[in-house]
């Protein structure tokens, strides 16, 4: 099918992205979601891009952003009406092996976490979308217990807060969460550092979207964190294991989202190769059930609308479950899509 052809067959859906690892697949990859089933059929080939881990929208431009894993770069897309991407050019982190992105909400700024060595980078945006030379580097200093895998630090996530003000930098590393802002000129300014428990592996933040409450998801212990905001700081309060049956194999969280609703929280494992639901209370985080994502190592997903896509890195499936909207429990899954080294899922 010629790419006119595929631009007028799927101008009218939603499109979602995928982020894949090159080594064992194809760049940026770009879906028509069917809407009844959910299902995904190809609507545009594959950008081009180096082990593009992790994706980010620009909401006010809507320009693709993508890591380059293993060569230290960022990259930016323009996207067509009909959603086909057109590469603007990459630069440089500074970092090895960035791993998460996320454009500021003034839509000024790129900024990208580089697990390797631990350190956040920022990136002015152009009128164009396109990016500037690196604008600032701040380098995490630190190790923890794990010999293996805390030897020193590894900065995994931007998160920014609801207000907007400041963002949280998660460092597996070093069992730290680092709260910074931006200054107008792009530079990084420490704000605070909050504690997490020590050998959990901090990775990923979701918000829960109307209390405040904080959920990490802990790597290397396999577990939950939850933080209350106390003052301008986060205090945490809680913890939970990252899945309702003890896994028989060491498990290694990834991704953590709330529900829209807030009712919800989900969690991917990897290792057991289950998404688990633990239902929100208010003594916190209730354990509902785990899973099987149909695939092997979820690497990340995504919730959108009342359907749950599921990156599996190892099997190169993202794997399509209903989420049924009274319990928040996905069913088993109804649709798969192959794609080789799948990393991460974006609405598009």
């Known amino acids: 099918m010629s790419i006119t052809s595929m631009i007028n067959r799927y101008a009218d859906g939603m499109l979602i992205y995928v982020g894949a690892y090159t080594s064992t697949g194809g760049g940026i990859r770009c879906y028509e979601q069917d809407p009844s089933t959910g299902a995904l059929t190809e609507a545009h080939p594959p950008a081009t891009a180096i082990d593009p881990s992790f994706l980010a929208w620009d909401a006010v431009k809507a320009n693709l952003y993508a ?4 060569t230290g770069g960022v990259e930016a897309f323009a996207r067509s009406d009909h959603g086909l991407l057109t590469s603007l050019g990459q630069q ?20 990208t976490a ?8 920022v990136h002015p945006i152009n009128e164009d979308g396109s990016l500037g030379g690196r604008r600032d580097l701040l380098e995490h200093g630190g190790s923890g217990p794990d010999p293996e895998r805390q030897e020193g630090p590894h900065a995994h996530m931007i998160a920014y807060r609801p207000s907007g003000t400041s963002f949280y930098v998660t460092d597996l590393g070093t069992d730290q969460i680092h709260e910074y802002a931006l200054s107008p000129d792009g530079a990084i300014l420490p704000v605070r550092e909050i504690p997490a428990d020590a050998g959990s592996g901090p990775r990923h933040i979701a918000f829960h979207p109307t209390s405040g409450t904080v959920y990490v998801s802990a790597e290397l212990d396999s577990s939950v964190l939850v933080y209350q905001p106390q003052g301008d700081g986060l205090v945490q309060v809680g913890k939970v294991a990252a899945t309702v049956e003890p896994p028989a194999e060491r498990n ?4 953590i989202e709330c529900s829209a609703d807030g009712r919800f929280v989900y969690v991917a494992n ?4 289950c998404v688990t639901v633990f239902a929100v209370t208010p003594d916190g985080l209730t354990p509902v059930t785990d899973v099987p994502t149909g695939g092997r190592w979820p690497r990340h997903f995504a919730i959108i609308g009342d359907l749950l896509y599921i990156a599996n890195q190892d099997s190169g499936t993202i794997t399509v479950a209903p989420i049924d909207q ?3 429990v996905p069913a088993t ?16």
């Open 67 to 70: 890591v380059s894993e293993s």
């Open 252 to 255: 290694y969280p990834s991704h």
């Open 92 to 111: 440089w982190t500074g970092g090895a092996d960035p791993c998460h992105l996320v454009v500021d909400p003034t839509g000024k700024f790129l900024v």
């Open 114 to 121: 580089n697990y390797a060595g631990g350190s956040v980078s």
């Open 326 to 328: 009274a319990t928040g």
């Open 270 to 273: 990897r290792g057991t190769d």
């Open 333 to 348: 899954p109804v649709a798969v899509a192959e794609v080789a080294g799948a990393a991460c899922v974006l609405a598009g």
